[in-house]
């Protein structure tokens, strides 16, 4: 009997607790991979550290793969592959990555969490209606952002400033397309590899621009902060927190799973002001917590929609 009892509570912690902690621990790391990024673009070019970053990520997922002689992918299963490589890999974590060289980590961290507004904008030119929680939502969100800027306006007239602000609105854009790529293409191929070839793929991309355009630094430049903050992304950013992402979508409702979008800018906006000594005054707090309210509304919306 006791045997029985103690299977069963076992089995409970399986199924609820091991997503639930794999929640937590995408929510909180993925917050500090921005600081690692900011700390590591201080250094070196950013596109640089992204492709650093990406090969060697992808090395391991796909080398754990080759061992383990996993099958590969075959036909359309590549062409998707390709798609969110680009989308998601090159396109929206590499202008991330630039665009928080030129601003606060906390603020790259909001910005990038304004993605579900996109799903409804995009969504709308596709024919769909936008719901009044979700137009309430957007209103919300952008009133946020404003309170937020009324503590950059002496920056905004920086075209630095600006320039990061474009890089990440662009790579918030691009990584909803990644989305809806995803969504609309889903396979039964491994996501695990998936994503590792996603990452590999992308860093072949990513050196030949960054070759090309003559921005890469030898590697014996680049100094020790920079090599120290490519080893933490790759292995709590890429490898640890992607898979403990990837596990709680797969196992846990939509509404729980994406909670991390709320908590991630709250991660880097704290430990920002503690580590950097980043602006983290009352009328940043106040606008994120706007701001994600906002987001909430939209995400929530969505979710309705799909029911």
Same mark, same amino acid.
């Not at 991330?96 to 969504?123: H, R």
């Given at each position: 009997?006791?045997?029985?009892?103690?299977?069963?509570?076992?089995?409970?912690?399986?199924?609820?607790?091991?997503?639930?902690?794999?929640?937590?621990?995408?929510?909180?790391?993925?917050?500090?991979?921005?600081?690692?990024?900011?700390?590591?673009?201080?250094?070196?070019?950013?596109?640089?550290?992204?492709?650093?970053?990406?090969?060697?990520?992808?090395?391991?997922?796909?080398?754990?793969?080759?061992?383990?002689?996993?099958?590969?992918?075959?036909?359309?299963?590549?062409?998707?592959?390709?798609?969110?490589?680009?989308?998601?890999?090159?396109?929206?974590?590499?202008? $991330?990555?630039?665009?928080?060289?030129?601003? %606060? #980590?906390?603020?790259?961290?909001? &910005? !990038?969490?304004?993605?579900? @507004?996109? /799903?409804?904008?995009?969504?709308?030119?596709?024919?769909?209606?936008?719901?009044?929680?979700?137009?309430?939502?957007?209103?919300?969100?952008?009133?946020?952002?404003?309170?937020?800027?009324?503590?950059?306006?002496?920056?905004?007239?920086?075209?630095?400033?600006?320039?990061?602000?474009?890089?990440?609105?662009?790579?918030?854009?691009?990584?909803?397309?990644?989305?809806?790529?995803?969504?609309?293409?889903?396979?039964?191929?491994?996501?695990?590899? $998936?994503?590792?070839?996603?990452?590999?793929? %992308? #860093?072949?991309?990513?050196?030949? &621009? !960054?070759?090309?355009?003559? @921005?890469? /630094?030898?590697?014996?430049?680049?100094?020790?902060?920079?090599?120290?903050?490519?080893?933490?992304?790759?292995?709590?950013?890429?490898?640890?927190?992607?898979?403990?992402?990837?596990?709680?979508?797969?196992?846990?409702?939509?509404?729980?799973?994406?909670?991390?979008?709320?908590?991630?800018?709250?991660?880097?906006?704290?430990?920002?002001?503690?580590?950097?000594?980043?602006?983290?005054?009352?009328?940043?707090?106040?606008?994120?917590?706007?701001?994600?309210?906002?987001?909430?509304?939209?995400?929530? #919306?969505?979710?309705?929609?799909?029911?």
């Amino acid at each position: 009997m006791k045997t029985r009892i103690h299977s069963a509570a076992s089995g409970k912690i399986d199924a609820i607790g091991l997503p639930i902690l794999a929640l937590f621990w995408v929510s909180f790391f993925w917050g500090t991979t921005w600081l690692a990024s900011k700390e590591g673009v201080r250094y070196m070019p950013a596109l640089q550290l992204v492709t650093i970053r990406q090969f060697l990520g992808g090395i391991l997922y796909v080398g754990y793969f080759f061992i383990k002689k996993e099958p590969w992918p075959k036909g359309k299963q590549w062409r998707t592959i390709l798609v969110l490589a680009f989308l998601n890999f090159v396109l929206s974590n590499g202008l $991330s990555t630039w665009g928080v060289k030129y601003m %606060s #980590s906390g603020l790259g961290a909001i &910005i !990038t969490a304004l993605f579900p @507004i996109w /799903i409804i904008i995009i969504n709308f030119f596709n024919g769909h209606k936008i719901a009044r929680m979700a137009l309430l939502g957007i209103l919300i969100s952008f009133g946020g952002i404003c309170i937020i800027f009324i503590d950059y306006i002496a920056d905004i007239l920086k075209p630095e400033f600006q320039f990061g602000i474009i890089l990440m609105v662009i790579s918030t854009f691009t990584w909803t397309f990644g989305l809806l790529q995803t969504k609309k293409k889903a396979l039964s191929f491994n996501p695990y590899f $998936s994503l590792g070839l996603q990452m590999l793929i %992308s #860093s072949v991309f990513l050196f030949g &621009i !960054t070759e090309a355009s003559g @921005i890469n /630094i030898p590697l014996s430049e680049i100094p020790m902060p920079s090599w120290w903050a490519i080893a933490y992304l790759v292995i709590v950013g890429s490898v640890l927190t992607f898979i403990a992402f990837i596990y709680s979508l797969q196992n846990l409702p939509t509404e729980i799973s994406s909670i991390y979008v709320y908590i991630n800018p709250i991660v880097a906006m704290v430990l920002g002001a503690f580590i950097f000594g980043e602006t983290l005054t009352g009328a940043i707090a106040i606008g994120a917590v706007v701001t994600l309210t906002g987001v909430y509304m939209v995400n929530k #919306s969505i979710r309705k929609i799909k029911k």
